[in-house]
């Protein structure tokens, strides 16, 4: 099973700057995709950005220009580089991992962080 933990979330204001970090429990390498989503209240969760094993990237129009995601393969970590944070992208940001393993797809969410952006 593959676990994932969340860091970085937190109190920031608007215009600010957070780093948010997602370490998995396994190797990545083989990974075929790991993506941020964010799930504000009484909205559905929704993608924010992600990753293929490749180094392919793709972002939600919101935060296109200015959230960044990366890899680093030997840390098995996946982070998210939020600048010009905005009050709106105020929610629980989700690390999740995709792929196969032992011949077995999996599908697995870490347990979320908070960040919250104040005007």
């Known amino acids: 099973q593959v676990q994932l933990v969340e860091s970085g979330g937190g109190l920031v204001q608007a215009g600010g700057s957070l780093r948010l970090s997602c370490t998995a429990s396994?190797?990545?390498?083989?990974?075929?995709?790991m993506g941020w989503y964010r799930q504000a209240p009484g909205k559905q969760r929704a993608l924010v950005a992600v990753?293929?094993?490749?180094?392919?990237?793709n972002y939600a129009d919101s935060v296109k220009g200015r959230f960044a995601i990366s890899r680093d393969n030997a840390k098995n970590t996946v982070y998210l580089q939020m600048n010009s944070l905005k009050p709106e992208d105020t929610a629980v940001y989700y690390c999740?991992?995709?792929?196969?393993?032992?011949?077995?797809?999996?599908?697995?969410w870490g347990q979320g962080t908070q960040v919250t952006v104040a005007s």
């Open positions: 396994v190797s990545i390498f083989s990974f075929n995709a």
């Open positions: 990753i293929t094993s490749g180094g392919l990237t």
């Open positions: 999740n991992a995709a792929g196969v393993r032992y011949s077995k797809d999996f599908n697995s």
